[in-house]
């Protein structure tokens, strides 16, 4: 099956303690972005991967790490989370060329930073 | 810069009545525009989409006309069902095919029997 799987799905953590949520798909997609859904603002783009060894900052990148050595994997590291990063985190996969660029989602990550 | 404005939730509808939710961007060119759903605790589903002007996305019972004239990319249903509950985003991607997506802030549907 296609599709888009995070771990964890829920995390409790305090201030300033490093943690990773991974991102993997199996569409062989080249695409990869993270984003954090927020009440009253929608998604916001945090970072994305055009392919392997390529990464950019989206629209809110501060305080936030990825990384993309391997085509299906694209992890978001919070290396000294802090509470204003409590939020839902989405990753989403797409081809990157050619007509269908359809973005894929994952089920989501809910973070809470005390 | 991109942006999406789409109407606030929550809307509240009784089963069988007829939905619009309105949505209306701004961008430069001829964006991609898109209507992606998200189901209670899931991630969010891509519902219906149109790449260019005029052009219909429709998919269960769901549509969306592209009106240039009037950025607009309005969701109408004319049937909604209590399994229609969910929260409903409009998206736009930039013209050419852009990978990225931006989004309004979403509008929440509750359908009551």
């Known amino acids: 099956e296609a599709q888009v799987t995070q771990n964890p799905r829920y995390l409790i953590t305090v201030t300033g303690k490093k943690l990773t949520v991974t991102c993997s798909q199996n569409?062989?997609?080249?695409?990869m972005s993270w984003y954090r859904q927020d009440p009253g603002l929608g998604l916001r783009q945090i970072y994305y991967s055009m392919n392997v060894e390529v990464t950019d900052k989206g629209d809110v990148p501060e305080g936030y790490k990825v990384s993309r050595k391997e085509k299906r994997n694209f992890p978001l590291i919070l290396e000294s989370p802090s509470p204003n990063q409590t939020s839902l985190y989405f990753c989403?996969?797409?081809?990157?060329?050619?007509?269908?660029?359809?973005?894929?989602f994952g089920p989501g990550t809910r973070l809470l930073v005390l | 810069g991109n942006s999406v404005t789409q109407m606030e939730g929550p809307v509240t509808l009784s089963e069988e009545a007829f939905l619009t939710i309105n949505c209306t961007y701004t961008?430069?060119?001829?964006?991609?525009l898109f209507w992606y759903v998200q189901y209670p605790g899931e991630g969010l589903q891509l519902l219906l989409k149109?790449?260019?002007?005029?052009d219909k996305g429709s998919n269960k019972g769901f549509e969306a006309t592209y009106r240039k004239e009037t950025t607009s990319f309005h969701l109408e249903k004319g049937s909604v069902q209590v399994s229609d509950s969910a929260v409903y985003f409009c998206?736009?991607?930039?013209?050419?095919?852009?990978?990225?997506?931006?989004f309004g802030t979403g509008t929440q549907l509750k359908v009551e029997l």
């Open positions: 149109a790449t260019k002007a005029d």
């Open positions: 961008a430069t060119g001829y964006p991609s």
């Open positions: 989403a996969s797409s081809f990157s060329s050619g007509r269908e660029k359809t973005q894929y």
């Open positions: 998206a736009l991607s930039d013209q050419g095919g852009g990978n990225k997506l931006t």
């Open positions: 569409m062989n997609h080249e695409y």
